[in-house]
């Protein structure tokens, strides 16, 4: 039996929709599609029941669940998280945004002992957890996570966002008119109101996305240049004033509809794994920074 087949199956339980799924898993629908049916041919039961573009589980599903967990929680465990408990790694794999990647990989390496070997996954929502539950990463850090079969998330921290422009700039101007620069990837299978990187509560407040750009840095461009606006981490822009010619330097607008905007972040792991010294340096430099 094919255990990424299994993988699929804990992916379409927990989010309920084959196409959710698909997006998550990075397959197409069709495959997703035959690949639960082979499933269903070996295990010799129907596992889902289809009401419209909504799958739930069936009785026989429901009672394969716990066993298939367990299957791949040791599979896990077997993979790199029984190693990780028997001896202290030097190497640490890290999955991450790009977000926490460009701004705290250099406070990182400096808490690392000299000879740690790193290997850095720049990745998204849902990408984090799999590689993790995969063990093909140790640790991840996450402000949207991806509830998945095997991983836990801790907070460690939280970061204020505010919506940053050219100085006085926008002044003046409505929420619906300014131009907004968003991230291009949407996401899936989110347990929140946000429906972009970053985290923008799209229902709650729909904006005009001008731009879309897949790096931060480029939306800090557009906004350095008066093109745009941009929904960032606080921490993030001050660090930004800190490095560019005063004419440069943004502010940020609509400061009384983002009275409470605080996004909290979360250091992610396997269950099975105890919290390893890298965890630790990882939450402590994370937490340090988003305070200057």
């Known amino acids: 039996m094919d255990t990424e087949r299994l993988r699929y199956f804990l992916t379409i339980s927990r989010l309920g929709s084959l196409a959710e799924a698909a997006k998550v898993l990075n397959v197409s629908s069709p495959a997703l599609s035959k690949a639960m049916r082979v499933l269903e041919n070996e295990v010799g039961v129907q596992l889902f029941l289809r009401t419209g573009r909504k799958l739930t589980l069936s009785d026989q599903g429901n009672r394969l669940l716990p066993q298939i967990e367990d299957v791949m929680g040791k599979l896990t465990f077997l993979r790199g998280g029984g190693r990780s408990q028997l001896r202290e790694k030097s190497r640490v794999r890290i999955a991450t945004f790009e977000i926490f990647s460009t701004h705290f990989l250099g406070p990182m390496l400096a808490a690392f002992p000299a000879d740690t070997e790193v290997e850095l996954h720049e990745a ?5 957890e799999r590689l993790i539950a995969d063990s093909q990463a140790d640790v991840g850090l996450t402000y949207l996570p991806i509830p998945w079969t095997g991983i836990e998330f801790l907070e460690i921290t939280k970061i204020e966002m505010g919506v940053f422009g050219k100085k006085n700039l926008f002044d003046g101007v409505e929420l619906a008119q300014m131009p907004f620069a968003v991230p291009v990837n ?12 970053d985290g923008w509560p799209e229902d709650r407040l ?7 750009v897949s790096m931060m840095e480029s939306a800090l461009e557009l906004c350095r240049r008066g093109e745009a606006v941009a929904y960032l981490p606080k921490f993030i822009v001050r660090l930004h004033n800190r490095t560019v010619t005063t004419s440069n330097h943004l502010d940020e607008v609509l400061r009384t509809q983002f009275k409470d905007s605080r996004q909290p972040v979360y250091l992610v792991k396997r269950k ?3 919290e390893s010294r890298f965890a630790r340096d990882i939450a402590s430099v994370v937490r340090k920074s988003c305070r200057k």
């Open 206 to 212: 729909p904006r005009w996305h001008k731009y879309r």
């Open 272 to 274: 099975s794994d105890r």
């Open 186 to 197: 949407p996401l899936n299978g989110i347990p929140s109101r946000a429906q972009g990187l």
């Open 124 to 128: 998204l929502p849902g990408v984090i």
